[in-house]
Nanobody, 128 residues
Framework: QVQLVESGGGLVQAGGSLRLSCAAS????????MAWFRQAPGKEREFVIG????????YVADPVKGRFTVSRDNAKNMVYLQMNSLKPEDTGVYYC?????????????????????WGQGTQVTVSS
């Protein structure tokens, strides 16, 4: 079992920055690819960014390229999402997710169904 807890959301003006954190519990959490998804009101949950278990690769969705970065600290079982140059369209609930069926994989999957464990989400609101 893996439990994920996100933090760091909030209200920010357009152009500002936020850093989200995801704390993972479970001794094997550091072995899994991890990703951040987001869901805006009335829209489907969408992939934002992901990272392989050893930070060897990151995958970034087009809408956030050049603005968002992901990192992880396996010693602390933490995953981070740094969001810069935020836009109103970045508003939504941000979820951390673990792909627990692919330990040590160097691939990050971008579909929601690939992920086995999810956090409760943290709200990010970007005002114009």
């Amino acid at each position: 079992q893996v439990q994920l807890v996100e933090s760091g959301g909030g209200l920010v003006q357009a152009g500002g920055s936020l850093r989200l954190s995801c704390a993972a519990s479970g001794r094997t959490a550091s072995n899994y690819p991890m990703a951040w998804f987001r869901q805006a009101p009335g829209k489907e949950r969408e992939f934002v960014i992901g990272i392989t278990w050893n930070s060897g690769r990151t995958y970034v969705a087009d809408p956030v390229k050049g603005r968002f970065t992901v990192s992880r600290d396996n010693a602390k079982n933490m995953v981070y999402l740094q969001m810069n140059s935020l836009k109103p369209e970045d508003t939504g609930v941000y979820y951390c997710a673990a792909d627990a069926t692919r330990s040590y994989s160097d691939v990050v999957r971008t579909t929601r169904l690939a992920y086995d464990y999810w956090g409760q989400g943290t709200q990010v609101t970007v005002s114009s």
